[in-house]
């Protein structure tokens, strides 16, 4: 089991789990819940308290990765299998994304 935390502008909003790479979900953290200050961090995960479950990565996480030739070199420089797109979030989505949203890999 991996996780990452999900932070919106600096601000913890919830925790994305794998379980295996059939196995996804996703829960807004409670203190991010409860503020009537915080957003979403995507319209396709409402403000609820619901754990999102999904069988691949959500297309939220995945469209934050980088895709051909730029994906090919992150992952030879990172050591990474192209194909685990939940480890190359987790190191290439914690700095300088072009969103709110960054992720921090929490220790396991």
Same mark, same amino acid.
């Given at each position: 089991?991996?996780?990452?935390?999900?932070?919106?502008?600096?601000?913890?909003?919830?925790?994305?789990?794998?379980?295996?790479?059939?196995?996804?979900?996703?829960?807004?953290?409670?203190?991010?819940?409860?503020?009537?200050?915080?957003? *979403?961090?995507?319209?396709?995960?409402?403000?609820?308290?619901? *754990?999102?479950?999904?069988?691949?990565?959500?297309?939220?996480?995945?469209?934050? &990765?980088?895709?051909? *030739?730029?994906?090919?070199?992150?992952?030879?420089? &990172?050591?990474?299998?192209?194909?685990?797109?939940?480890?190359?979030?987790?190191?290439?989505?914690?700095?300088?994304?072009?969103?709110?949203?960054? *992720?921090?890999?929490?220790?396991?």
């Amino acid at each position: 089991m991996r996780q990452l935390a999900i932070y919106r502008n600096n601000i913890l909003a919830g925790i994305l789990t794998e379980e295996n790479r059939q196995d996804y979900r996703f829960e807004y953290d409670n203190n991010y819940f409860l503020s009537s200050e915080s957003q *979403v961090i995507s319209l396709t995960f409402p403000k609820t308290q619901q *754990v999102f479950k999904s069988t691949f990565l959500f297309p939220f996480f995945y469209n934050m &990765l980088s895709e051909g *030739v730029n994906r090919k070199l992150q992952c030879m420089l &990172l050591k990474i299998d192209e194909n685990d797109n939940f480890g190359l979030l987790a190191k290439t989505s914690q700095f300088d994304t072009i969103g709110a949203i960054t *992720v921090e890999p929490l220790p396991q």
